[in-house]
C-alpha cells in the first residue's frame, strides 16, 4: 500500500524537515505482550502532543492497520505495509516526526525483523512478564543488539492491582539478563479496548482509568525522546 493510501490525519504539513523521520520499531517475536497497543498510543500520544506520527503495519494480520481505519479522526496515518525495505523511502517523508513501525509476533518474522532492524533509528521491545515471554523476549533483545540497533524493553500489560512489585520483579528478571529497560511501565486496563471498541483514541476516551493509561505512555514517550537526545550526534544539535 502506497503512502496515499493512509488513513488521513487531518493535520496539515508543515514546513520541510531537514533531517529523516525518526523509525521507532516495536518489535517482540512472542504475541500477545502488547505491541499493537504499544503503537497505536504512542502514535496517538505524539499527536496529542502537537507532532506528526505515521505507522507502519508490517504485519500480515495488519491488526493496527485495521484498528485504526475504524477509528473517528485518529490524528496520525497509517499504512499496511508488507515490504520492509520500503521504510528506507518512507522515513524520507518530510510530513513526519515519528514513524511507528508494529512487527509480526511470530518467530517466523525474523527476516522481516531484520530488514525492518535496518532502517530502524531506535527499538521498543514490550514485555508482560509471563513465564512464556522471557526467551521470546530474550531472542528478540540479542537480534536488535546483533543489529546494532538502540533498544529498550518496557514491561507492558501489567495488573494495577498487583502493585509495583510484579514491575520490579520484571526489571530485576531482565537486569539479571543483562537486557536493558524504561523506568516506566504500561499498566492493563480496560480503557484500552474499550476505547478501540468505541473507535476513539486513547487519548481522547473518557473513562476512569483512561488517564492513567495516558500517563504511563506519556511517561515513556518522554524516556524515548529523551534517551533519542542523548544518542544523537553533537552535529545534530
Same mark, same amino acid.
Given at each position: ?137 530474550? $531472542? ?6 546483533? &543489529? /546494532? +540497533? *538502540? ?8 495488573? #494495577? !492491582? =498487583? ?26 486496563? $480496560? ?6 471498541? &468505541? /473507535? +476513539? *483514541? ?8 483512561? #488517564? !492513567? =493509561? ?24
Amino acid at each position: 500500500m502506497t503512502i496515499n493510501a493512509t488513513a488521513p490525519s487531518g493535520a496539515q504539513p508543515g514546513n520541510a524537515r531537514q533531517t529523516d523521520s525518526y523509525v521507532i520499531t516495536i518489535a517482540n517475536q512472542k504475541g500477545g505482550v502488547g505491541k499493537t497497543m504499544l503503537t497505536l498510543s504512542l502514535a496517538a500520544h505524539t499527536v496529542a502532543a502537537h507532532g506528526r506520527a505515521l505507522v507502519v503495519d508490517v504485519d500480515p494480520q495488519a491488526n493496527a492497520h485495521d484498528i485504526t481505519m475504524v477509528m473517528q479522526q485518529p490524528g496520525y496515518d497509517v499504512m499496511h505495509e508488507l515490504d520492509p525495505r520500503a521504510l528506507t523511502a518512507i522515513r524520507q517523508l518530510r510530513n513526519y516526526d515519528t514513524i511507528l513501525v508494529d512487527c509480526p509476533g511470530s518467530l517466523e518474522g525474523h527476516d522481516v525483523l531484520a530488514e525492518v532492524l535496518a532502517r530502524t533509528t531506535y527499538a521498543i521491545i514490550p514485555y508482560d512478564h509471563e513465564p512464556e515471554s522471557i526467551l521470546p523476549t530474550l $531472542r528478540t533483545v540479542e537480534r536488535v543488539k546483533a &543489529a /546494532g +540497533v *538502540p533498544y529498550a524493553v518496557v514491561v507492558t500489560k501489567a495488573d #494495577p !492491582r =498487583l502493585g509495583a512489585d510484579h514491575i520490579i520483579d520484571a526489571w530485576t528478571t531482565l537486569e539479571g539478563a543483562g537486557v536493558q529497560h524504561f523506568r516506566s511501565a504500561i499498566r492493563l486496563y $480496560r480503557a484500552w479496548p474499550n476505547s478501540l471498541r &468505541a /473507535g +476513539v *483514541p486513547i487519548t481522547r476516551w473518557n473513562e476512569r482509568y483512561a #488517564p !492513567r =493509561l495516558r500517563e504511563d505512555i506519556a511517561a515513556l514517550h518522554t524516556e524515548l525522546l529523551l534517551d533519542l537526545g542523548r544518542r544523537a550526534p553533537k552535529g545534530d544539535e
